[in-house]
């Protein structure tokens, strides 16, 4: 009681005076988490963020785990304090299912805790706390292996649920296969019995995801190259047993180095003599270092090269599971030696070593950056764009990301209210159209690129407005015929857009009022007839437009702002989401599920016996 109090306080201050700031939570998750926040804190679902790159989808979008439980502390706390705790609370979690996994495996506490320990220390562990929607795995792939040993199908649902509102597809297709080969064919009955509640649990993010995955740079399948891309090299396997060969805390390295998704690897040199015993977890994680190797294993690379298959990506992530096994035959291994003490040292003491220099933590004051706000409804309002990049090259990782809290730097400073030009997508959730069009205008003049340069903290010249009529519009049904008008000497957007339609010339009318209310837009028009109405927006075929009770057409123009055609003066209303009646529904049953599964889990704690034909036995060397 007093130790897991201790446990608490201290990762209350860990959270609110730190900010886990390092790689992807700098660039995409941090700032999206309080966009998001706040639309909870309104009561709604976070649909649509109006901040990063030109507007981009919230909900459905697989970094942001817009349905996880966990979510409920962004209306409790601040932002970065609800954020730090999401990665506290997971590698808690982490310590203590693992600690449950191993006394499932029949080792005694001090064993357990041993493992445990060595787990929540280990270079993968605090690699993931880089990660938002990663570190999920920390907690959910033992969970998943708990549920197999107790032959428990609500847990494994439970699980696997999770594992789908986190909507990381590796780290869940690599669950699954670890589970299946520990758990042999005795545990498919439970697997099969699992699947249906998974499904329900992750229900909210499918329904959601699926509204949205055909209009996001996702719908193209990665390159083989881009698929393979964080594959374990050799020195890094041996960094799982020896030490951190590569480095630490460094995001600026070149060659090799810089292909890789976790900051280290080392788990310790225990894990040799744990692996010669004849065990499932073993077996498990060969074929998971098999997996992990990527381009250098034959089999994997052929696997890459099947269109179908490339729609995951970085073996380096079944280092999780990995790891996870792999703790669980040192607890075993531990149990049975006779040199326990040696061993906790050689071991505990460069984990701790490790860690300390891995951790990516640092103190929140240098990234609690101004708040800045732009009025929407200031005439010719535009949209700020910073240039991406190293601002200092070669820097240790602290100062850097530091520096580039000062300059608002994409897309970190739409947590304070800055907002932002196309820019490249930090996470492939971007309109696949955006992407064209930062491909094709990132080289351009000036003048032909004005929605896409940056006034450094104001309105770009020349900007256009966030809604206008169109006065007219010039056909054109294909990517390259819009890039080919968009290109053309004199071509003004402000007086032209180009639209899949046919020749289209707007009644004489005006905008007269542009209103963002949470995430709903209301747009108030004037028109003598029917008009083409130009908001600047990220178009997606997700977007509804209604007026007096009617739908309205929209169309993309000018590659990926989103067009409506309205009939006449009118109040339009924007929101963002066909399917959000089905995933409010869902999301509310899947809560409801949650809860009634643990309770039937805390109520029915029986023990549960599995069998372990010729296990654990040494091999044969």
Same mark, same amino acid.
């Given at each position: 009681?007093?130790?897991?109090?201790?446990?608490?306080?201290?990762?209350?201050?860990?959270?609110?005076?730190?900010?886990?700031? $390092?790689?992807?939570?700098?660039?995409?998750?941090?700032?999206?988490?309080?966009?998001?926040?706040?639309? $909870?804190?309104?009561?709604?679902?976070?649909?649509?963020?109006?901040?990063?790159?030109?507007?981009?989808?919230?909900?459905?979008?697989?970094?942001?785990?817009? $349905?996880?439980?966990?979510?409920?502390?962004?209306?409790?706390?601040?932002?970065?304090?609800?954020?730090?705790?999401?990665?506290?609370?997971?590698?808690?979690?982490?310590?203590?299912?693992?600690?449950?996994?191993?006394?499932?495996?029949?080792?005694?506490?001090?064993?357990?805790?041993?493992?445990?320990?060595?787990? /929540?220390?280990?270079?993968?562990?605090?690699?993931?706390?880089?990660?938002?929607?990663?570190?999920?795995?920390?907690?959910?792939?033992?969970?998943?292996?708990?549920?197999?040993?107790?032959?428990?199908?609500?847990?494994?649902?439970?699980?696997?649920?999770?594992?789908?509102?986190?909507?990381?597809?590796?780290?869940?297709?690599?669950?699954?296969?670890?589970?299946?080969?520990?758990?042999?064919?005795?545990?498919?009955?439970?697997?099969?019995?699992?699947?249906?509640? /998974?499904?329900?649990?992750?229900?909210?993010?499918?329904?959601?995801?699926?509204?949205?995955?055909?209009?996001?740079?996702?719908?193209?399948?990665?390159?083989?190259?881009?698929?393979?891309?964080?594959?374990?090299?050799?020195?890094?396997?041996?960094?799982?047993?020896?030490?951190?060969?590569?480095?630490?805390?460094?995001?600026?390295?070149?060659?090799?180095?810089?292909?890789?998704?976790?900051?280290?690897?080392?788990?310790?040199?225990?894990?040799?003599?744990?692996?010669?015993?004849?065990?499932?977890?073993?077996?498990?994680?060969?074929?998971?270092?098999?997996?992990?190797?990527?381009?250098?294993?034959?089999?994997?690379?052929?696997?890459?090269?099947?269109?179908?298959?490339?729609?995951?990506?970085?073996?380096?992530?079944?280092?999780?599971?990995?790891?996870?096994?792999?703790?669980?035959?040192?607890?075993?291994?531990?149990?049975?030696?006779?040199?326990?003490?040696?061993?906790?040292?050689?071991?505990?003491?460069?984990?701790?070593?490790?860690?300390?220099?891995?951790?990516?933590?640092?103190?929140?004051?240098?990234?609690?950056?101004?708040?800045?706000?732009?009025?929407?409804?200031?005439?010719?309002?535009?949209?700020?764009?910073?240039?991406?990049?190293?601002?200092?090259?070669? /820097?240790?990782?602290?100062?850097?990301?530091?520096?580039?809290?000062?300059?608002?730097?994409?897309?970190?400073?739409?947590?304070?209210?800055?907002?932002?030009?196309?820019?490249?997508?930090?996470?492939?959730?971007?309109?696949?159209?955006?992407?064209?069009?930062?491909?094709?205008?990132?080289?351009?003049?000036?003048?032909?690129?004005?929605?896409?340069?940056?006034?450094?903290?104001?309105?770009?010249?020349?900007?256009?407005?966030?809604? $206008?009529?169109?006065?007219?519009?010039?056909?054109?049904?294909?990517?390259?015929?819009?890039?080919?008008?968009?290109?053309?000497?004199?071509?003004?957007?402000?007086?032209?857009?180009?639209?899949?339609?046919?020749?289209?010339?707007?009644?004489?009318?005006?905008?007269?009022?542009?209103?963002?209310?949470?995430?709903?837009?209301?747009?108030?028009?004037?028109?003598?007839?029917?008009?083409?109405?130009?908001?600047?927006?990220?178009?997606?075929?997700?977007?509804?437009?209604?007026?007096?009770?009617?739908?309205?057409?929209?169309?993309?123009?000018?590659?990926?702002?989103?067009?409506?055609?309205?009939?006449?003066?009118?109040?339009?209303?924007?929101?963002?989401?066909?399917?959000?009646?089905?995933?409010?529904?869902?999301?509310?049953?899947?809560?409801?599920?949650?809860?009634?599964?643990?309770?039937?889990?805390?109520?029915?704690?029986?023990?549960?016996?599995?069998?372990?034909?010729?296990?654990?036995?040494?091999?044969?060397?």
């Amino acid at each position: 009681m007093i130790a897991g109090l201790v446990v608490a306080v201290a990762a209350l201050l860990v959270a609110w005076l730190g900010f886990f700031f $390092f790689r992807d939570n700098f660039s995409t998750h941090y700032a999206a988490k309080v966009v998001s926040a706040e639309a $909870f804190r309104n009561g709604e679902i976070p649909w649509w963020n109006f901040y990063d790159s030109g507007g981009q989808p919230l909900a459905g979008n697989p970094n942001l785990l817009t $349905f996880y439980p966990d979510n409920i502390l962004y209306l409790l706390l601040p932002g970065h304090v609800a954020f730090n705790l999401h990665f506290l609370i997971h590698i808690i979690a982490g310590w203590v299912i693992v600690r449950a996994l191993c006394r499932a495996r029949g080792v005694s506490d001090r064993s357990a805790t041993f493992a445990a320990t060595v787990y /929540a220390l280990s270079g993968v562990v605090v690699s993931t706390t880089a990660f938002y929607n990663l570190i999920t795995a920390v907690a959910l792939i033992p969970l998943a292996l708990l549920g197999m040993e107790r032959k428990s199908w609500r847990l494994i649902g439970v699980a696997f649920g999770l594992m789908l509102l986190a909507a990381e597809p590796v780290t869940l297709a690599a669950a699954a296969l670890t589970v299946a080969i520990c758990g042999g064919l005795a545990i498919w009955p439970q697997l099969l019995r699992a699947i249906p509640l /998974a499904t329900a649990i992750g229900l909210p993010q499918i329904i959601a995801y699926l509204d949205i995955a055909g209009d996001t740079e996702r719908a193209v399948r990665f390159s083989a190259r881009t698929v393979l891309t964080t594959s374990l090299t050799p020195v890094r396997v041996a960094e799982l047993f020896l030490w951190p060969f590569s480095g630490f805390l460094n995001d600026n390295m070149v060659g090799e180095e810089s292909l890789r998704l976790f900051s280290t690897l080392f788990l310790g040199v225990i894990a040799i003599p744990a692996l010669f015993r004849k065990s499932r977890y073993n077996a498990a994680a060969l074929v998971l270092l098999l997996i992990a190797i990527g381009r250098y294993n034959p089999l994997i690379r052929w696997l890459a090269e099947l269109e179908s298959l490339r729609i995951m990506r970085y073996p380096e992530k079944f280092a999780l599971p990995l790891v996870v096994v792999l703790v669980v035959s040192i607890a075993v291994y531990f149990e049975r030696t006779r040199f326990k003490l040696p061993w906790a040292v050689v071991t505990l003491v460069p984990l701790l070593v490790v860690a300390w220099k891995t951790l990516p933590i640092d103190w929140y004051a240098p990234y609690a950056v101004a708040e800045v706000r732009q009025d929407a409804n200031a005439p010719g309002a535009g949209r700020i764009h910073v240039a991406p990049g190293m601002v200092l090259p070669g /820097a240790p990782a602290r100062v850097e990301y530091r520096r580039r809290a000062e300059l608002y730097m994409p897309n970190f400073g739409s947590a304070a209210g800055v907002r932002y030009a196309v820019e490249r997508s930090a996470d492939g959730m971007h309109s696949l159209f955006s992407r064209i069009a930062t491909e094709r205008f990132g080289p351009a003049p000036l003048e032909l690129k004005r929605r896409y340069i940056r006034i450094a903290g104001g309105i770009t010249p020349g900007a256009l407005p966030y809604a $206008f009529i169109v006065p007219r519009t010039i056909p054109a049904h294909s990517i390259h015929e819009v890039v080919t008008v968009l290109e053309q000497p004199g071509f003004d957007e402000h007086a032209t857009a180009v639209a899949p339609l046919k020749n289209f010339v707007s009644a004489p009318g005006r905008v007269v009022a542009y209103r963002e209310q949470g995430q709903t837009i209301e747009i108030d028009v004037e028109a003598a007839g029917p008009v083409l109405l130009f908001v600047n927006q990220t178009y997606f075929k997700a977007w509804v437009a209604r007026a007096d009770g009617q739908t309205l057409k929209t169309v993309p123009l000018d590659l990926d702002r989103m067009g409506v055609l309205v009939p006449g003066s009118a109040r339009i209303t924007l929101t963002f989401g066909r399917c959000r009646g089905f995933v409010v529904a869902a999301w509310i049953a899947s809560s409801l599920l949650l809860l009634a599964v643990f309770a039937v889990e805390v109520r029915d704690r029986r023990p549960r016996q599995v069998e372990r034909p010729a296990d654990e036995e040494p091999l044969a060397v």
